[in-house]
């Protein structure tokens, strides 16, 4: 029998802060065992972002967004958001199902993409696909501060995410890996500070 899971959205996003947080601070501290572990968490971690911009979208409808860009003032939370998402599409590329996701997570950073990307699915339940309303919290997902709080949220893991990149190209290249290898699953490449 398969076990029953049940978690809400916020504990959804709760887990996803926490493992972003927990593999952060596994970089900064801890240098990788073999290449094969540090090429496991270059693409986990480039799968990440993948899945933040993909749960943008979940938060906003293609429509949301076309609005929030023929506005006069738009939310710019939204505005954020929506440069957020497509600036990491041109870099993750659209490719699906992403790398990351074909198998178990290893890596913080891969269980961190499961959980968001499992609050993105948990969100799609409250509408039908043509986004009418499927459940009685299908308005309050449409509220727009309500919106844009869950996005101001996602703007936060993304900012969490990329304090790591430094560290993470720092401890794949100590083991060997060749700087283009490390840049070329690295959603930037190393910046100087």
């Known amino acids: 029998m398969t076990p029953v899971v049940t978690a809400t959205y916020g504990e959804l996003l709760t887990a996803t802060a926490a493992a972003v947080a927990d593999a952060n601070l596994v970089v900064g501290r801890r240098r990788f065992d073999s290449q094969l572990d540090a090429a496991q968490a270059l693409v986990d971690y480039h799968g990440l972002p993948d899945a933040l911009a993909g749960h ?3 938060l906003l409808t293609p429509e949301q967004a076309a ?3 023929a506005s006069q ?3 710019p939370v939204e505005v954020a958001a929506i440069a957020m998402a497509e600036t990491i599409g041109k870099v993750t590329g659209s490719g699906r199902p992403h790398p990351a996701m074909r198998e178990q997570p290893v890596t913080s950073w891969a269980r961190a993409a499961r959980c968001l990307r499992a609050a993105g699915d948990l969100l799609s339940t409250h509408h039908t696909p043509g986004h009418g309303p499927r459940s009685p919290d299908a308005d309050i997902l449409d509220d727009s ?3 844009a709080g869950a996005l101001s949220r996602l703007g936060h893991l993304t900012a969490t995410l990329l304090d790591a990149e430094n560290n993470l190209a720092l401890r794949a290249l100590q083991t060997g890996l060749h700087l283009a290898t490390v840049q070329g699953r690295h959603v930037p490449p190393p910046r100087a500070r």
């Open 56 to 58: 943008t979208w979940v």
């Open 67 to 69: 609005g929030a860009r």
């Open 145 to 147: 501060d309500v919106r």
């Open 73 to 75: 003032g738009p939310h």
